[in-house]
């Protein structure tokens, strides 16, 4: 559902640009919210559904509080992942833009935006799970978290796209790796509470 959810996006996209040329910071500013809105989609679920279907409490006996968001991570973590690399393949052959000057930082950046929403939205998933709105619920407590990321992320996949020289792209990566350590650590000692 959600890689056809990012695909109907893009079928969308093409259809509403009807084959207009395109300019790189719109591209990538498509890319992100197609990233965004599908991975909200994939990882809303991954606590939700424990606490739905009453495994939760049986998830508390077998494993550790870290093993069990270790393993949702990780879960995320290869759905972004995948999820990313269909989208900028779809993208790349759909739009003729997508053709970045800097393949591997735009993939760099890319992957590591997928890794960081990731570690964001299983926090925020597993924060929301024992809510009654739990839909609605994780897009507004995930925004504020993923607002660093989403601006840096942009500004460096929009300068791989156009060509940008890699040693100002370089500090955007080092920014998001940073952020996303950060994250992986609070929410380690965040989430057993």
Known sequence: AV??????AI???VIALGGLRIASEIMSALFWL???F???????KSFV?????????YLRFVAAPAQVFAGKLLYNIILLVALTLFTMLLESVIFDVIRPDSPLL???SSLLGAFCIACVMTLCAAMISRSSAKGSLLPVIAFPLLLP???VGLDATTMSIAGTPTSYILPQLGVMLSYTTILVLASFVVFPF
């Open 49 to 57: 559904n424990e606490e739905d279907r009453g495994t939760s409490l």
């Open 11 to 13: 079928f969308v996209s």
């Open 149 to 151: 990321v989403v601006f």
């Open 34 to 36: 197609i990233l965004l």
């Open 106 to 108: 735009f993939f760099l």
């Open 38 to 44: 599908s991975s909200s989609l994939a990882s809303a």
């Open 3 to 8: 890689f056809l959810f990012a695909f109907n």
